[in-house]
């Protein structure tokens, strides 16, 4: 199995860094009331509910990192389980516009001292979550897909953000909340063509 890069695994921390703090831009243009407002669209969602859901994923997978000591191949004994579906839901995250932000910036801190003991972080970690019918099932994974789970997750919930700010007659900037690939494939199809490299 090829190991991530070094530069691979900085491209995750950085992208987790940029997309929380752009979050954290957003829901400050935001007062308390707008951030608590529930959907009519989709009932019993509000932008501080969809804040605090993203944050959860990330401080499961980062509180299994915790104590984590050594980069071996740790294949025979993996990292986890890491529950998904057990989240702690803090309510000051989704109450407050405030309190959304700290709590990013408290996720910010973590991806942060993770960039800084890349030494110490190991390969496999295993993923626990709940399946369609409530049964419960378990998944080995790797660290780095799971950070990259958590950052596209969050791109995810971004567009519902996004959406719910339009609900509320706000004009989100809306790269926020598209995927890299999406993004990037908008940009290749407004590059100018070069006639010299087109076959005949």
Not at 35 to 54: D, E, F, M, N, Q
Not at 143 to 155: K, Q, S
Not at 165 to 184: C, N
Request: hydrophobic fraction near 40%.
């Amino acid at each position: 199995m090829a190991s991530t890069t070094s530069e691979d695994r900085d491209h995750l921390f950085s992208h987790a860094i940029s997309y929380l703090r752009h979050l954290s831009g957003i829901i400050g243009k935001l007062d308390d009331a707008q951030y608590t407002r529930g959907s009519k669209a989709l009932p019993g969602s509000t932008i501080g509910k969809h804040v605090r859901h993203v944050l959860d994923h990330f401080s499961l997978l980062f509180a299994a990192l915790a104590d984590a000591q050594s980069a071996a191949d740790n294949l025979q004994h993996p990292l986890g389980p890491v529950d998904y579906a057990h989240r702690e839901r803090n309510p000051t995250t989704e109450s407050t516009v405030a309190g959304g932000q700290a709590s990013i910036e408290k996720t910010v801190a973590s991806v942060d001292r993770l960039r800084h003991r890349e030494a110490a972080i190991p390969t496999f970690i295993t993923i626990s979550d709940t399946m369609p019918g409530g049964a419960m099932a378990s998944f080995l994974s790797t660290v780095d897909r799971e950070l990259w789970f958590c950052i596209h997750h969050m791109v995810h919930h971004n567009a519902i953000i996004a959406s719910l700010m339009f609900e509320l007659g706000l004009d989100p900037p809306t790269e926020f909340a598209y995927a890299p690939s999406t993004i990037k494939l908008g940009h290749d199809l407004h590059k100018p063509v070069d006639a010299s490299k087109m076959s005949a």
